[in-house]
Every structure is written in structure tokens, then in C-alpha cells.
């Protein structure tokens, strides 16, 4: 057997876990766990008592328990609750974010490639977007901890999650060999103990703790060209890893800052080849090490490096006298955790590489996109003479759902880092934006096969066009994919309006099924710029029908970068508050004859995707009057829906 074929999680520690979740299961709904663990080490066996009664066990019964809440995390829990399934999210950390939170900082990017593509909208929508356009408003000063604020904020709102911070996944009970009953996870900060019961899990950790306990097959390294004959592989397959990174950030100071490093700092005595050291506020990404050790097991060692290797950087730049400019720079903040890129990636029907993301293909069964560049880094990082990543762009492509479920254990789903691709095309799939859209896939699969009480494998092959459809509704964006629910009203209406832009943006765009400009195609109705406000927007039925719901799609600037950034390059180029061209005062009126009611107003808006629920009314058409933009001359709206 080669490194890279399927591995699987060592029994003993499972079936441990089987024997005392069974008792667990039994005792009711709180007991106090008195289990005695034998665990096997690498050198001998021993048996450790773990817990002298201090510990008290909860059993919840829920939906879908999803552990990890890194941005995959968040966007499945929300996706899945806003679907109708009772959610509980398990993050081992205090804060919410993963790799974006305040204790990491990495700023989330996609598949615009850093605002770069040009060709098309491409910034990702749904829920990444509404946490996006509130951060832009929210939170002017780009403060990394108000970030974790808001997104725990957006998970509080939801009734449907019951969230458990500080909580580890660390075993399952397995219902048999190919189905999980519970997650079991522990918090030490109460000494509680939690079996977490559901018909439906997502590993949306990172690492593949809750699917590698489980016995999920899955994949770590690097596959050999030969295997999916993939150009950019290695000639022959490794279990090397892209490193973990430990980023910094710097302030400047109105006096000098003198810096004397730690004595375990390392020691550079010149500028890093291919490194390059541009502004002092936000670095390196390029600190990256451990990629050729046990990126898990070696977290620590893998750490300890990191920070000495960070602040070796920051005496570089203080010290050597390369950076002169540095001098009135201090450290504000050093990360504690390694920012982890890759570790285990789980196996599902299918596997994507490299030719899918170069192609830019449409899987029939596509549930989410990607197009960040595929953006490989040389595993020994830092302490390699080589450019610390090859990165070659490539066209937007789908994901399909097969690679977000897994293929031996039959109700367990994954988002984010630990999808199934190979390692080449991970480097595309593996950025925030991409791992978000991911989640909200995953979460709304879950949420479906909840519903319909099937498999995910058997809502792929059923339910696939629902699954599509509902991620639509929900403003997410699958390519090639248009709305065809049956539903929804306003698909068979007249749409017309006060003035227009003569360049194809005529209002029936609204109606047209596709919510964000691809290509060349606009894909939206544009007031005239010339014409002034107030502007309107209308949709006449052909009979009077019942509407009671109402979704409306703003334009946001798809086709710009937004991202929370530290980095001042980075964040240049982005609208940082309401984006100029959304729609911000409207009114929502339901027309009956010559009548019209408003049944929604709204000042100040910032959002994309509005929805607004009333109580059912009879309706020959609908009217959408727009006071103001955030300052743009022309209002744009993507998408009217009516259902009733
Ligand atoms: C230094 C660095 C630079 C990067 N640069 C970028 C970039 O510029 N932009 C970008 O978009 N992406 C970037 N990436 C990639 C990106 O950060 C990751 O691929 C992404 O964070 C993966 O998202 P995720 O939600 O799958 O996992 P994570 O962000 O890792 O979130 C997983 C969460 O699960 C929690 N968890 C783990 N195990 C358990 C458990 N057993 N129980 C409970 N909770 C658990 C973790 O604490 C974490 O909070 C970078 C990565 C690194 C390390």
C-alpha cells in the first residue's frame, strides 16, 4: 500500500469509545462519567483514570452536530438552522472563525483571486456575503476580535444552533461500521462531558477529527502524477503537507522602537530569498514550516518553530539594518496558534483534481465553486531556498456534492480544508471563501437529508436539483445552474420599469434566473443614471395570486475584493463600508388593480439578498420603489422572487 491509500483511525480507541458511550447512553440524560480508559501509546499500554468525578456528562439530541467553527463551520451550522434543522456546533476554540478569527487573522479570499478576475462577478455569495457587507459597516476599523464578534453574533441569531465553544470533539460512538450515533466531546473550562446524538454530522474541523474517529477514509500528502495524471504533482506520492504558518502584525509609533529578540529566536542573517519583506503591518505568510513532519502530531514542536521564526523575521527586520525604515515599528500582536493549511483530506465519491480546476468544469452534481489559483507551497517552507508557492491561475469550475460526503461512512458529511480532492487541486479548493460556500453546501444537503430522512449519497442521486435549487434561493452561486423553482411567481411574470440602461439591462434581468453578471451578461436591471431617483421596478402577474414572501437581490460589486485585511495592499482597492451601487432605501408594494400597498419599507440598507414576509395578500403584480443607492446614480437590482 502506498502513504496515500486510505487510512483509517486506530480500532481500539474506538471501540473503547463504543463501550463507553454505550454506558453514557444508558445512564439518562446527565450522569457523572467514572470511565476508565485504556489507551494504547506508541511505546506501551497503560491505563489512566479519567475522571475522579468531576466531570458531568450531557446527552443532547439534535439534527446535525457539526464540529469545527472555522468559516466552513459557521456557514454550515447557519445554513443548515436557516433550513429548518436543529444544529449543535461544536468549536474547540473560545471564538468562532477558524484560520480568520483573531487568533489566526488570515484574511478570507476566493475565487475572485484577491479582486483580480475581471472576466466576471465572482466574489462568493449567500451567507460568506452577508457576513462580508456587515463586517464592511459594522466594523470600520478592521478589528480582528470584533470579526469573532460578529460572527458569533450571526450564529446567536439563529434559534435553531445551540453552540458549544470550548468544546472538543474527541471520540464517537458508532452505530455500526459505516454509521456514527453520536459525537463525544469534552469541555474542560466546566469539566463537562457532552454525547451529542443526530442522524447527520459535518466534519467541517480542519483536521478530520470527528470522520478520522469515525473510520472515514481519508488522504494525507502529496498523490504522484501518475495517479490522476496531474502535471503539477510529484513524480512520486509523499505524505508532505503545505506547513502551518504563524503570522504577526506591526504598528507604527511616533518615537523608535527598539526590539530585542528572545535568545530561541532564529537567527536570519540577510533577506529571504524570494521572500520579500514590502510593509511592516501584516506578515508572512511565507512563515510557514512543518510541512514534512506529522503536521498533527507535530503541532507543537511545529509552533515552537514558528514563533521562532517570526520574531527572527521581525529581528531582520529591526535589527539588520536592511529595513531603515522600520524603526519607529513595534510588534502589536503575534499569533499563538499555527495557522494550519492542510492536513487530512477526506475521501467521498469523488475525488477532484487537478484538470477539473483547470478545466473549469461544470459537474452536473456541482453545489459549490471555486477559482482561487491552485496555489502550491513547497512543504519544508521557510527553511527552503525555493519560491515559497507556485500559483497558476485558473477558471472558475463547480464542485460537485460527491465531494463533500463521505464515501464508507454513510451519514457523515465535511466542508472546508478536508474535502475531497487530491493534494494539487486542495490548492485551489482551500481558501475561506471557497471552504465557506463549501459549508453552506454541506448544511443545506444535511438540513434536505434530514427532511427527507435519507443518506447524503441517496439525496445526490435524488435530490441533487433540489439541493441546487434551495442553494439559489438561498443566494448562493452554482455555475451554470438557473432558477427553475416551480414556486416561485414572479418567474412567470411581466417585469418593467421606470427607465433603463440601453446596454442590456432591461428589468425582465430580474426574472431571468441568474442573480450575479457572468460574462459579458449584465444579468441585472440598471435604472437609467441620467433618470434620477426615485426609480421603479415592476412585476405583473397574468392571474392575481397570493404572495405572502418576497426576495429581492441587490447589487454588492461581485466583480471587487471584500475582505476583512491587515494588510493595507490588500485593502486598498475595496469599498470599506456600504458598497456604492446597493440599493439602500426601497419600498416593497403589492399592486391589486389600480391599488398598491406597501408592505415593506426600508432605509439604510447594505445587504444583498433582502427577504420580507407578510401576511398573504391578493396580488396583480408587485412594485419594488427605489428612494436611494449608497451612492451610486443607478439603482440594480439582480433578482425579484414572489412566493405565496
Ligand atoms: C498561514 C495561512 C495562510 C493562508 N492564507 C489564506 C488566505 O489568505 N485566504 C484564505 O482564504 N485562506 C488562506 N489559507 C487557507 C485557509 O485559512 C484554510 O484552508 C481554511 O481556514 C480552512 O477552513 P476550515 O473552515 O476548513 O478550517 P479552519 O479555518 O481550520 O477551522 C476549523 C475549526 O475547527 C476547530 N476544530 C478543529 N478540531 C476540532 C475538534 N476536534 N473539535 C472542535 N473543534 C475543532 C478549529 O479550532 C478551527 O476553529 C491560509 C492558511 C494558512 C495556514
Avoid at 209 to 220: I, P
Avoid at 251 to 275: I, V
Avoid at 539 to 556: C, G, N
Amino acid at each position: 500500500m502506498s502513504d496515500l491509500q486510505s487510512q483509517k483511525s486506530p480500532v481500539a480507541r474506538r471501540e473503547f469509545i463504543k463501550l463507553a458511550g454505550t454506558g453514557l447512553l444508558a445512564g439518562g440524560v446527565v450522569s457523572v462519567s467514572h470511565a476508565v480508559e485504556t489507551v494504547s501509546s506508541q511505546e506501551t499500554a497503560m491505563t489512566v483514570r479519567k475522571s475522579g468525578g468531576l466531570v458531568t456528562s450531557y446527552e443532547m439530541e439534535t439534527d446535525i452536530v457539526i464540529v469545527g467553527g472555522g468559516m466552513a463551520g459557521v456557514c454550515a451550522a447557519i445554513a443548515a438552522a436557516r433550513n429548518g434543522a436543529r444544529v449543535v456546533l461544536v468549536q474547540d476554540r473560545p471564538v468562532l472563525g477558524g484560520n480568520a478569527s483573531s487568533e489566526v487573522r488570515m484574511h478570507i479570499v476566493g475565487a475572485d483571486r484577491h479582486g483580480g478576475r475581471k472576466d466576471t462577478d465572482s466574489r462568493e455569495s449567500g451567507i460568506l456575503e452577508e457576513i462580508r457587507l456587515e463586517t464592511a459597516v459594522w466594523n470600520p476599523q478592521r478589528s480582528a476580535s470584533v470579526f469573532d464578534i460578529l460572527l458569533l453574533d450571526w450564529v446567536r441569531q439563529e434559534p435553531n444552533i445551540t453552540l458549544l465553544l470550548n468544546t472538543f470533539c474527541d471520540g464517537v460512538v458508532m452505530k455500526n461500521e459505516h454509521e456514527i450515533h453520536a459525537v463525544l466531546a469534552s469541555r474542560p473550562s466546566t469539566e463537562d462531558a457532552f454525547t451529542l446524538r443526530a442522524p447527520l454530522f459535518i466534519d467541517c474541523s480542519g483536521d478530520g477529527r470527528l470522520g478520522a474517529e469515525a473510520g472515514a477514509e481519508y488522504r494525507v500528502g502529496r498523490e504522484a502524477q501518475s495517479e490522476f495524471g496531474e502535471s503539477m504533482a510529484p513524480p512520486v506520492a509523499d505524505r508532505k503537507t503545505m506547513g502551518s504558518s504563524i503570522l504577526f502584525i506591526g504598528r507604527k509609533y511616533d518615537r523608535p522602537m527598539p526590539f530585542k529578540p528572545p535568545a530561541w529566536a532564529h537567527k536570519f542573517t540577510g533577506p529571504l530569498p524570494h521572500r520579500g519583506i514590502g510593509s511592516y503591518e501584516y506578515g508572512f505568510w511565507w512563515n510557514e514550516w512543518g510541512g514534512e513532519l506529522d503536521i498533527i502530531k507535530d503541532n507543537e514542536r511545529i509552533r515552537d518553530e514558528l514563533l521562532a521564526t517570526a520574531l527572527g523575521i521581525w529581528d531582520l527586520i529591526k535589527n539588520s539594518g536592511h529595513y531603515k525604515d522600520s524603526e519607529n515599528w513595534a510588534l502589536e500582536w503575534v499569533g499563538a496558534v499555527p495557522g494550519k493549511r492542510e492536513s487530512r483530506r477526506f475521501i467521498g465519491d469523488y475525488i477532484l483534481r487537478e484538470q477539473d480546476v483547470k478545466n473549469g468544469e461544470v459537474f452536473e452534481d456541482g453545489v459549490a465553486y471555486g477559482g482561487w489559483p491552485i496555489d502550491l507551497h513547497p512543504p519544508a517552507g521557510i527553511h527552503t531556498e525555493e519560491p515559497p508557492a507556485v500559483s497558476v491561475n485558473t477558471p472558475m469550475y463547480n464542485i460537485p456534492f460527491r465531494c463533500v460526503y463521505s464515501r464508507n461512512i454513510a451519514n457523515l458529511l465535511f466542508a472546508g480544508r478536508n474535502i475531497s480532492t487530491s493534494h494539487v487541486a486542495f490548492g485551489s479548493t482551500r481558501v475561506m471563501g471557497t471552504c465557506a460556500v463549501l459549508g453552506q453546501a454541506a448544511g443545506t444537503a444535511a438540513a434536505l437529508c434530514v427532511k427527507h430522512q435519507c443518506a447524503p449519497r441517496e439525496l445526490g442521486k435524488e435530490g441533487i436539483q433540489e439541493l441546487q435549487q434551495q442553494l439559489l434561493k438561498d443566494d448562493a452561486y452554482i455555475i451554470g445552474v438557473t432558477n427553475s423553482d416551480p414556486h416561485d411567481l414572479a418567474r412567470k411574470a411581466a417585469a418593467s420599469a421606470s427607465s433603463a440602461m440601453p446596454d442590456g439591462r432591461g428589468a425582465e434581468n430580474v426574472i431571468n434566473g441568474i442573480h450575479r453578471g457572468v460574462g459579458p451578461r449584465a444579468n441585472r436591471w440598471s435604472s437609467d443614471p441620467n433618470a434620477g431617483m426615485p426609480q421603479w421596478l415592476r412585476l405583473d402577474f397574468q392571474a392575481a395570486q397570493k404572495i405572502r414572501e418576497v426576495h429581492l437581490v441587490f447589487d454588492t460589486g461581485l466583480n471587487r475584493q471584500l475582505t476583512l485585511t491587515h494588510s493595507e495592499s490588500a485593502h486598498r482597492y475595496q469599498v470599506w463600508g456600504p458598497q456604492t451601487e446597493t440599493v439602500k432605501d426601497y419600498e416593497l408594494q403589492v399592486l391589486h388593480g389600480e391599488s398598491a400597498e406597501t408592505v415593506a419599507k426600508v432605509e439604510g440598507n447594505y445587504q444583498r439578498k433582502r427577504v420580507h414576509r407578510f401576511d398573504a395578500r391578493e396580488a396583480t403584480g408587485l412594485r419594488l420603489v427605489i428612494h436611494a443607492t449608497n451612492g451610486a446614480a443607478s439603482a440594480h437590482v439582480f433578482e425579484i422572487r414572489a412566493y405565496g
